[in-house]
């Protein structure tokens, strides 16, 4: 997994979109779906209601190439692109990330609005994460 990826988060903006432009998130959820594919495979499987030319979406997955979020590849005269890492692997890594950078202004404020906020969608899941905070500290004191 390509560790350097770069790009921004914004909270205000959902889903994919805090990571991603709106056309770099629908260009790389092609890929993850298709795989390697040209241009024009990307522009064919956008919805018809998608208005996006040619050249703005090879400008876009070019500039995904140099973010680290796509590679490319020479067949012939045309390129193809592909995800650097899967889908998986890349909500993973964003959510590192973000993470990280939530818990500089305030580790504590982050974690407790996290239990909060996982109370709410799913109070299963407190247990979860309680059994995972007892065996992390378990493994650090050696028991």
């Known amino acids: 997994m390509n560790k350097s990826l770069k ?3 914004n909270p205000f903006k959902l889903g994919l979109c805090q990571v991603l432009g709106t056309l770099e998130k629908e260009i790389i959820e092609v890929l993850w779906e298709r795989g390697e594919s040209s241009i024009k495979d990307i522009l064919d499987f956008f919805p018809e209601k998608r208005n996006a030319t040619y050249s703005t979406v090879i400008t876009v997955t ?35 990330k973000v993470v990280a950078g939530v818990s500089e202004f305030s580790l ?6 996290f239990v909060d906020y996982m109370a709410q969608t799913d109070p299963d899941t407190i247990e979860y994460f309680s059994k995972l905070i007892e065996s992390k500290r378990l493994n650090k ?3």
């Open 108 to 113: 504590q404020s982050a974690m407790v609005h």
């Open 62 to 96: 070019n500039r995904m190439v140099r973010k680290g979020l796509l590679k490319k590849r020479k067949i012939g005269k045309a390129y193809v692109y592909k995800a650097s890492c899967t889908k998986e692997q890349f909500y993973e890594l964003v959510s590192k």
């Open 7 to 9: 790009f921004n988060f």
């Open 141 to 143: 004191s050696g028991k």
